[in-house]
């Protein structure tokens, strides 16, 4: 038996992420664009760096050639011959660096265009991915909701599946098109800087290399302890939502008993809980980005440290210095926007897993794999021994109930309160499955048959008037959208609706309103 969601514990869903992310399988070509573009933006990103140094030992380069041309010509002489030049040499140094310039910032200028366009698309690409993702999960949901049974919905509240078929959606939704690509961003910016620190000097790589694992310990830590605590937010919003909905649905209640301030401190108390635990998410993640900062700036200092000591025993160019430092932030910076990418994580995890409790509950009432379509009826509906009890109880509400209503009788049910006589009729169109014994109608029992070709055939009046935001012949026609406009006039003068309804301005096309608002406590039920 399906859990109710409210008491699911929450606790790390790592899986349930990795089986949302399968749903871009659904739009192969454009996550193959948006990784593609990603590829091309970083690749440009990564060959700036090289260009500033180019610029910086042409400058650099230039400058100490026009020192030396300056010089007088024995001195000169003396300083080619230290510096293992040749005045040919001199010559070329003193006219490359502009042209060198002039190259390097094309170049980057080139670069930087691309990038650009690249990141748009990259940007766009993403984006929709996450609106298509979003678009099949609330889809699935809301179809799975409306075949999920009574039994279900009677455990669970309808602000519990409310905020799982739109919050926890959009939390899994900003994932895929941000935290994700991010990621994917974050590694390969990561990978190709350590290989361009490595190629450029790999003895002042394998100084600040070792902070890189402690750097990534700390943050599957942070990820471990904020998955269940986010998982906690979401629990602590569905309750408040459920609060508000209730509130909502039976506010005609609250006003006519005087409770507006009772529930203001039910509202209040649920909303202090859900800030308390938004509070302690704060707080976790206020000490992760100092920690983020620590190790970046521990990383910069080493660098300053022994990459200045290479330039003064001349095994480092100015230039050199400056491209590892440039890479040395590309490291860095996707392990700072780890710390934005683990908490995206961990809130579209806990999201995930609370959509998949959902999309994974069994349906107790389905149609068997060898369920027939049942033929038009006759209305024979007869119980055979028949106990039902519902989930929450052990003592039956049904105990060995036989009967025999034939077609054209009239029968009526009397009995006690909570005797059992609206479970009864809802048994018929088998809204739930009887714990013991047979309903049959024409000699089929009603599990035996397709549901859809049972419930098709029986008109039902129920206790509660339920109408939905439409004219008044779309709810009349709601159980047969293709009824004519003589079947629903008939069917709304067998109801004694017809000379109210035709007392409107619209007629049948009078808009309801929500919950059929503008109708009146009575003309709601005749339509219902």
Known sequence: MNQPLERQRPGLHWGHLVRAIGYLSHYRGTAALAIGALFISIGAQLMVPQLVQNILDAVVGGLAARQLSALPAEAQAAALAQANLSAERL???????????????????????????????????????????????????????????????????????????????????????????????????????????????????????????????????????????????????????????????????????????????????????????????????????????????????????????????STLTLGEWQKFSLYLVYVFFPIGQLGFIISQMSQASASAARIFEILDAQNEVADRPDAVVLPPIQGRVEFRHVTFRYFSSSEPVLSDVSFVAEPGQTVALLGATGSGKTTIINLIPRFYDVSEGQVLIDGYDVRDVRIDSLRRQIGIVLQETNLFTGTIRENIAFGRPDATDEEVIAAAKAAAAHDFIMSFPQGYDTPVGERGTTLSGGQKQRIA
Do not use: C
């Open 91 to 313: 010559n070329q140094l003193l006219v490359a660096p502009e042209q060198g310039l002039y190259w390097a910032v094309s170049l980057i200028l080139v670069f930087a265009v691309a990038r650009g366009a690249f990141a748009f698309t990259q940007a766009f690409m993403a984006e929709k991915l996450s609106q298509g993702v979003a678009f099949d999960f609330r889809n699935e949901l809301f179809a799975k909701i409306q075949r999920l049974s009574f039994s279900y919905h009677d455990r669970n509240r309808t602000g519990q599946l409310m905020i799982r078929a739109t919050d926890d959606v959009e939390k899994v939704r900003i994932f895929i098109g941000q935290g994700l690509l991010m990621a994917l961003q974050a590694l390969v910016l990561l990978t190709g800087a350590l290989v361009m620190l490595f190629w450029t000097n790999w003895r002042l790589t394998l100084v600040i290399l070792p902070i890189l694992p402690i750097a990534l310990v700390l943050f599957m830590i942070f990820g471990a302890v904020s998955q269940p605590l986010f998982a906690q937010v979401q629990a602590k919003l569905s309750h408040l939502n459920t609060i508000l909905q209730e509130n909502l649905a039976g506010i005609k209640v609250v006003k006519a008993f005087a409770r507006e301030k009772q529930e203001q401190a039910r509202f209040r108390e649920a909303a202090t809980d859900l800030m308390n635990q938004q509070i302690t998410v704060a707080r976790v993640f206020s000490f992760l980005f100092p920690v983020i900062f620590l190790v970046a700036n521990l990383g910069q200092a080493l660098v300053l440290y022994f990459g200045g000591r290479q330039i003064l025993d």
